[in-house]
């Protein structure tokens, strides 16, 4: 593999963050100006690693609670290291009477 070949791929991967991040921020603007105040507090400091989208139902386990216009929150993981203090997953929310599907680390 040549440099040109690394400075290629890292190009690539700029560019696929920067469409994941256009992309959600779009997502979050068209689910109104409270789901952005609100998604910070749901999210709580992790990454979000892919593109949010709609899905039809959740997935995981049943959290009870509610985070703003966040309701009935799901979330399924796992731990991605052998500590176990890091995690990878979705997170599911109804908003607007949809499923959002939200994939995380942390």
């Keep these: 593999m040549t440099q040109e070949d ?5 190009q690539e991967l700029a560019a696929y963050e920067k469409e994941i991040q256009e992309h959600n921020s779009k997502f979050l603007d068209n689910l109104g100006q409270q789901s952005i105040q609100d998604f910070e507090e749901l999210m709580d400091c992790c990454n979000i690693t892919e593109k949010i989208k709609f899905v039809e139902e959740p997935k995981g386990r049943r959290n009870n609670e509610d985070i703003g216009v966040y309701k009935d929150i799901h979330v399924d993981q796992w731990t991605t290291n052998m500590e176990g203090d890091s995690y990878s997953g979705f997170l599911y929310a109804n908003i607007n009477d949809k499923w959002i599907e939200v994939p995380y680390s942390c």
């Design 6 to 10: 690394i400075d290629r791929a890292y």
